[in-house]
């Protein structure tokens, strides 16, 4: 079974630019998670969707970032404009309902310079 | 608002021995709770979990304890393992399965 994927391993950009990182989830999952991790903190839960409504989005800075999730499958999650403190990873997590543990992907280190 | 904590940042100990990883939280809502084992460069991996209704699980050389008077888990490694070295997260859920991460402790195994 494929796990999760995502892409771009790893991104640097200059403040003020914008980037954006795509995530496939395990074929199946109906519910896909966005993740911050800042160096030295634990994983920060941005957005979680269930097949593809939005069940979560409180902790998204929605004047910089937005995510959408089309057909219930891949996901997108934008940056724009970033600023210096989204230099993080951001893992992208799918669960078969929502339900026991997630799965998560290499994710995708973002730099901004 | 920390809502799961993880009070040690870092832990050392010799193969064979036990790792002992706390991890407390504060919201009673809390019903199930996960460890996730991170290497560098990759995502977080299940390790395992427990639910509100159990004090105790256990698979291989992981056990996880939970205390819902105290609002404390841990999880014990036995023996350790050099290849246990990485860092833990702990995690909750009040049942709607949005998943609250503590800060994580890096676990150094010593040959």
């Known amino acids: 079974e494929a796990g999760v994927a995502q892409s771009p391993r790893y991104k640097i950009i200059e403040k003020r630019q914008s980037v954006a990182f795509w995530c496939n989830p395990i074929s199946g999952h109906a519910t896909l998670y966005w993740y911050q991790q800042i160096l030295g903190q634990g994983p920060k839960l941005l957005i979680q969707f269930q097949n593809n409504g939005v069940v979560d989005d409180s902790q998204l800075p929605k004047d910089r970032f937005s995510a959408e999730r089309l057909k219930g499958v891949d996901s997108t999650l934008k940056i724009q404009p970033a600023k210096l403190e989204d230099s993080a990873v951001y893992l992208c997590?799918?669960?078969?309902?929502?339900?026991?543990?997630?799965?998560f992907g290499e994710g995708s280190r973002l730099t901004v310079l | 608002d920390q809502q799961v904590k993880q009070n040690s940042p870092s832990l050392s100990v010799q193969e064979g021995r036990i790792s002992i990883l706390n991890c407390d939280y504060t919201n009673s809502m809390f019903d199930y709770f996960l460890w996730y084992k991170k290497y560098p460069a990759e995502g977080p991996t299940f390790l395992i979990s427990?639910?509100?209704?159990?004090d105790k699980n256990e698979d291989g050389r992981f056990t996880v304890f939970l205390n819902k008077s105290a609002k404390h888990l841990s999880l014990h490694i036995v023996p350790s393992q050099p290849g246990d070295s990485a860092v833990y997260f702990c995690a909750a859920t009040p049942g709607t399965y949005k998943y609250i991460f503590g800060t994580g402790t890096r676990l150094k195994v010593l040959a």
């Open positions: 427990i639910s509100s209704i159990k």
């Open positions: 997590a799918s669960s078969p309902r929502g339900a026991g543990e997630l799965f």
